[in-house]
């Protein structure tokens, strides 16, 4: 039981590649998600890399009765809930669909894991709960600033619920998880990140600009308060971050926690510029992207990134990835897609 963890939304992007390390691991790992933003070619590719077929469940964790019945026919001690809406522009114009779905689904995995006795369940926190932060980097005492829309609303909520449901039940055991920026894919290609329709973030824009599908890559701002006037972010291999929930797992499941409720920020430590970026890109692959400076984006902070002391020491755990082989990984797999 202590070897099986269910995975919901583990048919994504960060779900797939977690689900890959927690299979090399050694765990036996039961994937929910109702393929909402992905399909199944992710779970072929977690076979391809592990020889392993995960047990596959379609289903809607907001439905309390077939997650009832999931729970009902299968023995797993954590869960690690992946399974929501994120994309912050859309959640600004239709709210609902994100307070429902992000909260409504996380909030019936918790009372489950209660009614049936599950001990721990990991959350997929974000950066975005700091803000426009006072000081940098950020670390998990930096105060959290109200939401600037509502996906980063329902990560706040989510954290302040996992916190509440631990407290009220001793059985129960928890981890928030906040990353920075994900990107990269799986050094096989096999799997990676699935954006549908016009990217919202730099690197798969990048990587479609790349490629053609777009005509060219717009920088958001050179006239920030920064060294090259580009914002500052923390971007994560993805490969790292699904083995820091490995490693959360272990130490849930080893009781190994410190307090039943924990957070913990998982990036690299290491600030990096738009321009860095893209110029890490065009070097990694040795090819010239086509880029313009355009009007800054409403909403973008100047600058975030992580101090990940924490996670380092309490963990074990630290970005391994060079940032050149992750953006090779990215453009491997956008060509992969694109054959
Ligand atoms: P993703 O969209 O690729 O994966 C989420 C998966 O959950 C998808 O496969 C989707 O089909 C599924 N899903 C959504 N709602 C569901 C529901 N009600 N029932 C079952 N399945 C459902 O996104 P991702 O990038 O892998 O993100 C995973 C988690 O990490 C999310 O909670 C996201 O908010 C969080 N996160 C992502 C980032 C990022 O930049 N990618 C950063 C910080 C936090
Ligand atoms: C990174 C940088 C842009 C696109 C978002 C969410 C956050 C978290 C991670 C889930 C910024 C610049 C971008 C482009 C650009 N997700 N940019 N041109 O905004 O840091 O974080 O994803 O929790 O909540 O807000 O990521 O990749 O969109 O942007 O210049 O076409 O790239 O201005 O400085 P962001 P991003």
């Known amino acids: 039981m202590n070897n099986r963890v269910l995975v919901t939304g583990g048919a994504?992007?960060?779900g797939s590649h977690t689900t890959v390390e927690l299979i090399n691991a050694g765990y036996e790992v039961i994937v929910v998600d109702n393929l909402s933003n992905s399909d199944r070619s992710s779970l072929e590719g977690i076979r391809k890399i592990t020889g392993v077929e995960p047990?596959?469940?379609e289903a809607d964790c907001c439905d309390k009765?077939?997650?009832?019945?999931v729970f009902q026919e299968h023995e797993f001690n954590s869960v690690i809930h992946f399974a929501a809406y994120k994309a912050v522009g859309e959640s600004v114009a239709e709210p609902a669909k994100y307070y429902r779905n992000n909260i409504l689904s996380f909030v019936t995995i918790l009372e489950l894991m209660t009614e049936f006795g599950r001990k721990n369940?990991?959350?997929s926190s974000s950066a975005t709960v700091y803000g426009d932060a006072d000081v940098l980097p950020v670390t998990e005492h930096t105060p959290r600033k109200p939401a600037t829309s509502p996906y980063g609303n329902t990560k706040q909520m989510a954290e302040d619920i996992l916190r509440d449901m631990v407290a009220a039940n001793q059985n129960l055991a928890g981890i928030a998880l906040r990353y920075f920026n994900p990107i990269?894919?799986?050094p096989s290609a096999l799997i990676g990140e699935l954006p549908r329709g016009v990217p919202n973030n730099l690197v798969p824009y990048i990587t479609q600009t790349a490629a053609g599908i777009r005509e060219c890559l717009s920088i958001f701002g050179d006239d920030y308060d920064t060294p090259d006037g580009s914002c500052l972010r923390d971007y994560i291999d993805v490969v790292d971050l699904a083995r820091a929930h490995v490693v959360a797992v272990e130490r849930m499941v080893s009781g190994g926690s410190k307090q039943r409720y924990e957070i913990f920020n998982i990036g690299t430590g290491r600030p990096v510029s738009v321009f860095e970026l893209v110029r890490g890109f065009e070097q990694a692959n040795d090819l010239k992207l086509n880029y313009k400076v355009a009007p800054r984006r409403a909403g973008d902070v100047t600058a975030?990134?992580?101090d990940t002391t924490l996670a380092n020491q309490e963990l074990g755990w630290r970005a391994e990835r060079e940032l050149l082989d992750t953006l090779r990984a990215a453009w491997e797999w956008e060509k992969h897609v694109r054959q």
Not at 65 to 69: F, G, I, L, S
């Open 55 to 57: 047990k596959f469940i």
């Open 121 to 123: 369940v990991l959350f």
């Open 184 to 186: 990269g894919a799986h």
């Open 12 to 14: 994504g992007y960060i």
């Open 65 to 69: 009765e077939a997650m009832r019945k």
């Open 304 to 306: 975030v990134w992580a």
